[in-house]
């Protein structure tokens, strides 16, 4: 399968936006979507169709995508934002149908 | 309100065949476009997709286990079964159920997920 890379750690301040990237050959295909994950629970969605929050996620978070590239920002993090953050997308590459991004460790200072 | 959840055995030895099930409510696998995956995380690393099955039956495998596993429904009960075979240490993880999401042609997603079954694999 294709991969979905991204940076394995990220820390903001309280209060200060942080970027959080994922890279991949499927993105220039499909749309990106975004999980959170706190330990111990399952994934949340809080971003879909690039730019797309689910009910009840805050609009502090958003997306965007361009060529192989997508982003999910938080602007004005807050102390329940530190999480485990995820990109996903179907494949493209023709093997797997969906694949996950390597995960992204943000931790809020 | 859409539910998931995931059963199965905590721990499995060696070898054996892992038979998990996934229990949902608030929507039918016999609605066009629907489809339930399986997904799991070894502790400590990141999800992998698993398989997938849709409302008229089509599935689909990651590449590297395809040869191990197998999905099925059975939209009487409201479930999604995976059955993973000759398991090995190396498949100790949560294993997750999600339901997809579709926006448009192009937007995939996982909407809801169960809350996890953690298996473990040992002698």
């Known amino acids: 399968s294709s991969e979905l890379t991204q940076d394995p750690a990220v820390s903001v301040a309280l209060g200060q936006t942080v970027r959080i990237i994922c890279q991949g050959d499927?993105?220039?295909?499909?749309?990106v979507s975004w999980y959170q994950q706190k330990p111990g629970q399952a994934p949340v969605l809080v971003i879909y169709?690039?730019?797309k929050r689910p009910s009840g996620i805050p609009d502090r978070f958003s997306g965007s995508s361009s060529g192989n590239t997508a982003s999910l920002t938080i602007i004005g993090a807050q102390a329940e934002d530190e999480a485990d953050y995820y990109c996903?997308?179907?494949?493209?590459?023709?093997?797997?149908?969906?694949?996950f991004g390597t995960g992204t460790k943000v931790t809020v200072l | 309100q859409v539910t998931l959840r995931e059963s199965g055995p905590a721990l499995v030895k060696p070898t054996q065949t892992l038979t998990l099930t996934c229990t949902f409510s608030?929507?039918?696998?016999?609605?066009?476009?629907?489809?339930v995956s399986w997904i799991r995380q070894p502790p400590g690393k990141a999800l992998e997709w698993l398989a997938l099955?849709?409302?008229?039956?089509?599935?689909y495998y990651n590449t590297s286990l395809k040869p191990r596993l197998t999905i099925s429904k059975d939209t009487s009960k409201n479930q999604v079964v995976l059955t993973m075979t000759n398991i090995d240490p190396v498949d100790t993880a949560t294993y997750y159920c999600?339901?997809?999401?579709?926006?448009?042609?192009?937007?995939?997603?996982?909407?809801?997920w169960g809350q996890g079954t953690v298996v473990t694999v040992s002698s």
């Open positions: 999600a339901r997809i999401g579709i926006d448009g042609s192009s937007s995939f997603y996982f909407d809801y």
């Open positions: 608030g929507f039918s696998l016999t609605t066009s476009g629907m489809c």
């Open positions: 099955i849709d409302w008229d039956d089509d599935k």
């Open positions: 499927s993105l220039r295909n499909y749309y």
């Open positions: 169709s690039k730019n």
């Open positions: 996903n997308s179907r494949d493209s590459s023709g093997n797997d149908l969906y694949v």
